[in-house]
Nanobody, 126 residues
Framework: VQLQASGGGLVQAGGSLRLSCAASGRTRSGYAMGWFRQAPGKEREFVAAISRSGDNAHHADSVKGRFTISRDVAKNTVYLQMNSLKPDDTAVYYC????????????????????WGQGTLVTVSS
């Protein structure tokens, strides 16, 4: 499966962006989806994940209440709505897909994901 992330850009602190991740290829298999990010000089970190069905989701404490992950199963697309952005949110954001049979499960761990998008840069100015 191929993942194409988009929607990154430059925004002022307090602003909003919506990232999209479109899946193509072998999308008939079920996938849980996740967003991760990597800031300059830092390790990649978990941001949010959503189950194959879209019914269950989890957000990192650092973004809880500000970011929301969602998915449109029919469009094979997952979204990350980011509000109240802070300079600390500046990073390259990656979407990832984990092939999974349980429609209710997701993963917070990057090593469990099977496919990765190319990343989209989000820059938040102060």
């Amino acid at each position: 499966v191929q993942l194409q992330a988009s929607g990154g850009g430059l925004v002022q602190a307090g602003g909003s962006l919506r990232l999209s991740c479109a899946a193509s290829g072998r999308t008939r298999s079920g996938y849980a989806m996740g967003w991760f990010r990597q800031a300059p000089g830092k390790e990649r970190e978990f941001v949010a994940a959503i189950s194959r069905s879209g019914d269950n989701a989890h957000h990192a404490d650092s973004v809880k209440g500000r970011f929301t992950i969602s998915r449109d199963v029919a469009k094979n697309t997952v979204y990350l709505q980011m509000n109240s952005l802070k300079p600390d949110d500046t990073a390259v954001y990656y979407c990832a897909a984990k092939e999974i049979s349980d429609t209710r499960r997701y993963s917070r761990f990057d090593y469990q994901y099977d496919y990765w998008g190319q990343g989209t840069l989000v820059t938040v100015s102060s």
